[in-house]
């Protein structure tokens, strides 16, 4: 498809596991969001790249969280030593950049991570 | 820091009604942009408008309507003549010169349903 694609969809896993969700973004948009929404609240932005470096990491919560985009397109979040708390809805967004404005977000349908 | 508000956790309306969703937010910087997303029950959320802190001037898209307020800071959405396909949660949001334009504060959202 021509929009955001978020794999997988649906994720349970066990506290202290390890998890990597990716992020294929529109073709051409150079760059790429992640955001978490948890139950009942908004989405709240984790880090942004701009081609292949982390732009924006201020809203990782701490260093079980990484994020990596090695070829200026896909992205995958890693979590390491999960916990009941990183449960939520995991979103990524991509945009073409236009110099010195904000383009349009297009965000994809989002992993669901539940951590048991 | 900055700030959006959604007062309104949850709005019922019947079809063909109108209804308004308010936001209110904070921020100290004097550039800014506000949108407006829409998040249907499959997750995606979905760009409705952004507007800079220049241009106060309303705007109207279809069943759709926006009033920019600096002097209340708030940025209200209204729609008009609902329909079913409206129901959706929609979230308001934020980003600054200062924090990162890339960077969207979203509120909590407003839940809307309308029934036939």
């Not at chain 1, 079980?64 to 992205?75: K, N, Q």
Request: hydrophobic share 35%.
């Amino acid at each position: 498809g021509a929009g955001v694609s978020q794999t997988p969809s649906n994720k349970v896993t066990e506290k202290g596991k390890y998890v990597e969700l990716r992020c294929d973004p529109i073709s051409g948009h150079t760059a790429l969001y992640w955001y978490r929404q948890s139950l009942g609240q908004g989405p709240e932005f984790l880090i942004y790249f701009q081609g292949t470096g982390a732009a924006d990491d201020s809203g990782l919560p701490n260093d079980r969280f990484f994020a990596v985009r090695p070829e200026g397109s896909v992205s995958t979040l890693k979590i390491q030593r999960t916990e009941r708390g990183d449960s939520a809805v995991y979103l990524c967004a991509s945009s073409f950049m236009s110099p010195g404005g904000t383009g349009e977000l297009f965000f994809g349908e989002g992993s669901r991570l539940t951590v048991l | 820091a900055q700030k959006v508000t959604q007062a309104q956790t949850e709005i019922s309306v019947v079809e063909k009604e109108d209804v308004t969703l308010d936001c209110v937010y904070e921020t100290r910087d004097t550039t800014y942009y506000l949108f407006w997303y829409k998040q249907p029950p499959s997750g995606e959320l979905v760009f409705l408008i952004r507007r800079n802190s220049f241009d106060e001037q309303n705007e109207i898209s279809g069943r759709y309507s926006w009033n920019f307020q600096k002097s209340t800071s708030s940025f209200n959405f209204t729609i008009t003549a609902s329909q079913v396909v409206d129901s959706a949660v929609y979230f308001c949001a934020l980003s600054g010169m200062n924090t990162g334009f890339q960077k969207l504060v979203f509120g909590t959202g407003t839940r809307l349903l309308v029934s036939p």
